[in-house]
């Protein structure tokens, strides 16, 4: 087994990931779901900050203080409950590359996909650009 082919597994997942999320997006955008990020900020948890945004655009929906102000604000701007969170997507891949093991191949995918790793390393790793791989990770 080389570097070659667990760059290409990597390269396959995140391609395979990308398509996956996309079509899982516009199906729930077909049916009318706004995708949208955020909740409570991890910078700001001691003061109960929080933020949604629109996934695609980015725009800033709502953002404030308070766990009671936040459920009442979704509540407000989403009273037919069509936000759907990013981070419900799964963009799940059974990608598995020839010569390389299954588990081994699940161990890639998983290190690949894990929000908890650095997109620079999954760029170094796999060759492609760190713009690319963001895009990857984003769905786009």
């Known amino acids: 087994m080389t570097d070659d082919l667990i760059r290409a597994h990597v390269r396959a997942v995140l391609e395979d990931w990308s398509a996956a999320m996309e079509r899982q997006l516009a199906a729930l955008e077909a049916q009318g779901y706004r995708i949208v990020d955020g909740g409570p900020l991890a910078d700001e948890w001691e003061n109960n900050g929080w933020r949604y945004t629109d996934w695609r655009t980015g725009a800033v929906l709502a953002e404030g203080c308070g766990v009671e102000a936040m459920e009442d604000e979704v509540r407000r701007l989403d009273p037919h409950r069509h936000w759907f969170p990013v981070d419900r997507i799964d963009g799940e891949t059974g990608v ?45």
Do not use: H, I, K, M
Not at 108 to 137: I, K, M, N, Q, Y
């Open 96 to 140: 598995v590359t020839p010569g390389v093991p299954q588990t081994l191949c699940q161990a890639l995918t998983d290190w690949a996909e894990s929000p908890l790793t650095p997109v620079e390393d999954v760029a170094a790793w796999s060759g492609l650009t760190l713009e690319r791989v963001t895009r990857f990770r984003n769905g786009e």
